[in-house]
């Protein structure tokens, strides 16, 4: 089984500050896990993944994720928001034998002038 | 460029009614998938194809059903149209491997009236 919990639904910054949006997973195998990205009314883009290789992952933008597996953890940071960061941000999870992926219910993330 | 199109980009169908939603790839991807996507549930399977003559159903499949008689489409099609279909949903593809990431179209805003 595999499964996603996006701790924030919402999370507010002000433009210059630290970005974190916090996801735990659950996964009976070894996973590969992944951060989309959603602006308004747009599809959604891949922001960076981790498939068992180094466990601080870079992706585009600026974010990045460090995989913990003793705490099952995936958590997105950027050290400084920018308003175009502004949007809906999904961590996604997917197990060795699958290959459909579990998003979780995302976090919206605001970014203040 | 390789893309993956969805069609239409909106649609208002009644109660009861067939719908028929296009997806459409250019990649040559082997995997094809279909999400629906509600306030508060992220995205949610609903049903999936590993390569042409095979379909999966995913964890939202009442309702709707797939065909896949070629590489680069896969048809979503809800057989007689309910209220609590009225979501948004989105086509995703890829090349086959558990890593490998899903790129993903635009999205089809459907309403049931």
């Known amino acids: 089984a595999q499964s996603v919990t996006q701790l924030d639904s919402h999370v507010s910054v002000s433009e210059g500050t630290p970005v974190l949006l916090r996801c735990n997973y659950s996964?009976?195998?070894?996973?590969?896990l992944f951060w989309y990205v959603q602006h308004p009314n747009k599809g959604l883009q891949l922001l960076l993944k981790?498939?068992?290789?180094?466990?601080l992952v870079k992706g585009i933008n600026g974010f990045e994720a460090e995989f913990k597996k003793s705490e099952t953890s995936f958590h997105l940071t950027k050290p400084s928001a920018h308003m175009s960061d502004a949007a809906e941000y999904f961590c996604?999870?997917?197990?060795?034998?699958?290959?459909?992926?579990?998003f979780g219910s995302g976090t919206r993330l605001q970014v203040q002038p | 460029d390789a893309e993956i199109t969805q069609s239409p980009r909106h649609k208002i169908t009644e109660t009861g009614r067939q719908v028929t939603l296009a997806c459409h790839q250019t990649?040559?991807?082997?995997?094809m998938f279909w999400y629906r996507q509600d306030l508060g549930h992220g995205l949610r399977l609903i049903h999936y194809?590993?390569?042409?003559?095979?379909?999966n159903k995913g964890e939202v499949s009442d309702g709707y059903s797939v065909s896949r008689s070629n590489t680069e489409d896969l048809p979503l099609t809800l057989e007689s149209a309910a209220s609590s279909q009225t979501s948004v949903y989105f086509c995703?593809?890829?090349?086959?491997?558990?890593?490998?990431?899903?790129?993903f179209g635009p999205g089809t805003r459907l309403t049931v009236l």
């Open positions: 990649w040559n991807h082997n995997n």
């Open positions: 996604v999870v997917i197990s060795r034998g699958r290959r459909a992926l579990t």
């Open positions: 995703a593809s890829s090349v086959d491997q558990r890593t490998d990431t899903q790129y």
């Open positions: 981790y498939t068992s290789a180094a466990t």
């Open positions: 194809s590993y390569g042409v003559q095979d379909t």
């Open positions: 996964s009976s195998y070894s996973p590969s």
